[in-house]
Every structure is written in C-alpha cells, then in structure tokens.
C-alpha cells in the first residue's frame, strides 16, 4: 500500500524567505502523480501543484516549486518569496496512474509566515 | 465554472439526528469523491462515485453512514443517526480525466458538522 510522510509537523518563517516543505512516499508503482494542496484557515483545500511521475523536469507555479526525486521517493515544495498569504497547512499527496483514483495524503505541515 | 458547491457550510444537530450533507461537483468531471477531517485523524477518503456509481466505499465508517449520487451534479452524504464523534468537517471533490490520463481533484469548501 501507498503512503506519504510529511515529517515536518509545523514550521515558520520569516516573511519573504524561501522555505522548503518535505514530503516522502512509498510506492512499488512507476507510473503515479503527486500533489501539494494548501488548506489555508478558510478550510478550503486548494491544489498548489502537480507533478507526473514520468516528467524529470520538476513542476513549477510561480513562486511554488517542487523537487521531485523519483529514486529516493522524495518530493519537497519550495516556497520563495514567502507572504502571509501562504501561511496555511500543506498536504502532500500522492495517486497512482490508472482507474483507481484514490488519493493519498499525508497528515500535513503547517506553515506560519510571520511578518 | 462555480467550483465544487457544498450545503450546509455549517451543521450544527444534536445526537441521533438525521444530517444530510450535499454536493454539486464541477460540470463535466465524472469522479466525485466524498472526505472526512478530523485533528486526530487527518484527511479520510469515506466514498468514492465514477458516473454516479459508488466504486469504492470501504473508508465509509459504519452503516449510519449513506452516499447517494442520483445523478452527474448532484451526491448526498447522510448520517443516520448521528453521534458527537461524527463532528468534523467533510469534504467533496471531483475530477476528471485530462489528456495526459491524469486526474486532479478539486475540493469544495467543506461542511463543518457539529454534534452536541
């Protein structure tokens, strides 16, 4: 079975500094996506950024970038610029190619971006 | 398009009550899933519908749960009876199958059950 580990349970920055979320997952699949939702404190789950397991170049959105490490199972969010804005709880998640279309998410990083 | 729409976006009932919680996915995506947050236990998958059939309802946490989906733009998830350990907030998402074979889930902006 899939999993997805978020070992960092909280963080905080300082306003406009770069931050690194990290994720890690366990799978025997080849083919998968992984994500990164943001739930700020409005509760409203919003996808930040996708990532196809078959692509190398690594996912980017604006100030939001990920490093994917397919060998080591790894797939960190980095956030540059950081605003107040981003301050919210991050879930890391992870679904396999085909017609289950059950996703995996971990438990969350919650994230303070202090002015 | 709207989004995800989800009624009520706060329920507050009393235990043994009836809740019905409801949804309208994203006009063309034909996945629709149905989630559960609690603090002490993350973010759960309870049901999941392809086409309006269920495919897989093994999250589903006892038989006082219920999920219908009637038809393309429209699912319910009801509790019967409720219990205070039901309260949390409860998610609907769809989906839909883009050109790469891929899915990505939108989330509506929740419910948040309360039952005293």
């Known amino acids: 079975a899939q999993t997805v580990t978020q070992s960092q349970p909280e963080m905080s920055v300082q306003e406009a500094e770069t931050v690194t979320l990290s994720c890690t997952y366990d799978t025997s699949e080849n083919n998968y996506y992984l994500f990164w939702y943001k739930q700020p404190p409005s509760r409203q789950m919003i996808l930040v950024i996708r990532?196809?397991?078959?692509?190398?170049q690594n996912a980017t959105e604006n100030r939001f970038s990920v490093n994917f490490q397919k060998a080591a199972k790894s797939f960190s969010l980095k956030i540059s610029d950081s605003q107040l804005g981003d301050t919210a709880m991050y879930f890391c998640?992870?679904?396999?190619?085909?017609?289950?279309?059950?996703?995996?998410f971990g438990k969350g990083t919650r994230l303070h971006i202090l002015p | 398009d709207a989004g995800v729409i989800q009624s009520p976006r706060h329920e507050v009932t009393e235990m043994g009550q009836e809740v019905t919680l409801r949804c309208k996915p994203i006009s063309g995506h034909d996945y629709l899933f149905w989630y559960r947050q609690t603090m002490m236990r993350g973010l759960e998958l309870l049901i999941y519908f392809n086409n309006n059939v269920p495919i897989d309802d093994s999250g589903m946490p006892e038989d006082r749960f219920s999920a219908k989906m009637p038809n393309a733009s429209f699912s319910t998830l009801k509790i019967q009876p409720s219990e205070p350990r039901d309260s949390a907030v409860y998610f609907c998402?769809?989906?839909?199958?883009?050109?790469?074979?891929?899915?990505?889930?939108?989330f509506g902006p929740g419910t948040r059950l309360t039952v005293l």
């Open positions: 998402a769809s989906s839909f199958m883009v050109q790469s074979g891929s899915y990505t889930q939108y």
């Open positions: 990532q196809e397991a078959y692509k190398q």
């Open positions: 998640a992870f679904m396999k190619h085909g017609r289950d279309d059950k996703i995996i």
